[in-house]
């Protein structure tokens, strides 16, 4: 082959491939450039879009936040209000409750004398009721122990009394007192009524013995019981006070305590006594 035909087998062969793979000519070029642009640009609008509808959102949502915050502290406030109010109420009941318990208890003696007096304020105040029937059964209850008067004062009528015996009973056979007639004159014993706690008192003046021991001792007796020892000295007096709980029953007397010893009366000694409180029955058996 000759040179020029080389050249025109290269030319067709250049020719047959351009149709062969449609290599794309100068003007296509430009359609694809259009192409890519328009979406490009269809692109970047719909961004703008999106970040329109995000800072849209945001909006909302400090709106929504700010109003969720005003609705909480709005909340808090109703809150406070309500705590202060329940406060006031509680301290306002309280004082209520306090001010009837004490006219409550201001009024029980009419509450005793009439039943009707005070049901007002106790079915206002359920809290005191419990309290005021208590009040009211134990004032009945006391009410319904006869109240025992009893309260008795002896003296020795007799100047000088000598020659007594160990454990023998000091006679004080004037009762000047003797209410409810618990002391027996004839015995000088007293006889505790009922139960309860009693006060007895004696005073005793010593004599001048001639020959005998120069001291004088006594002591008050309680069933058998030795108790406050006097230890009396010539015309000098010695007293004692006994407070005791007794049974109904219990005998109380100044008894002497040295063989043939004496004592000084007319109005220089004396024994006394009174029931101080009385118990129920009750009590007594638990105090014995
Ligand atoms: C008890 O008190 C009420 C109210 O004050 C009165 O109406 C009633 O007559 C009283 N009853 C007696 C027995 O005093
Ligand atoms: C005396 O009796 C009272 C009332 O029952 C009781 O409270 C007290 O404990 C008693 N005291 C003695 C010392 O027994």
Do not use: W
């Amino acid at each position: 082959m000759t040179f020029i035909s080389h050249i025109v087998c290269a030319y067709l062969f250049v020719l047959l491939a351009q149709q062969v793979y449609s290599v794309p000519t100068v003007d296509g070029s430009e359609d694809l450039l259009d192409a890519l642009l328009k979406r490009i640009e269809t692109l970047e609008a719909s961004d703008a879009e999106n970040k329109a509808n995000i800072a849209k959102m945001e909006e909302e949502f400090k709106m929504k936040q700010s109003e969720s915050e005003k609705e909480i502290s709005m909340l808090k406030q109703r809150m406070k209000k309500m705590e202060s109010d329940f406060k006031l109420q509680e301290e306002m009941l309280l004082k209520k409750i306090k001010d009837q318990t004490l006219m409550s208890l201001d009024s029980i003696s009419d509450i005793t004398e009439n039943e009707s007096v005070g049901d007002d304020i106790v079915d206002q105040a359920p809290s005191v009721k419990d309290h005021i029937q208590q009040r009211r059964s134990i004032i009945r209850k006391d009410r319904s122990i006869p109240e025992m008067e009893t309260a008795f004062y002896a003296t020795h009528t007799v100047h000088a009394t000598h020659h007594l015996g160990v454990n023998q009973v000091l006679p004080f056979e004037l009762a000047i007192t003797n209410v409810g007639n618990a002391y027996n004159i004839h015995t000088s014993t007293f006889v505790a009524p009922v139960p309860g706690t009693y006060v007895f008192h004696a005073t005793v003046m010593g004599i001048d013995e001639q020959g005998g021991d120069p001291h004088m001792r006594a002591y008050f007796d309680v069933d058998g019981t030795a108790y406050s020892v006097f230890y009396v000295t010539s015309y000098d007096q010695s007293s004692q006070m006994l407070v005791i709980n007794l049974t109904a029953g219990q005998t109380v007397s100044v008894k002497n305590d040295y063989s043939d010893e004496g004592f000084i009366g007319t109005h220089h000694s004396s024994f006394s006594g009174f029931l101080l409180y009385q118990h129920s029955s009750m009590n007594a058996v638990v105090g014995k």
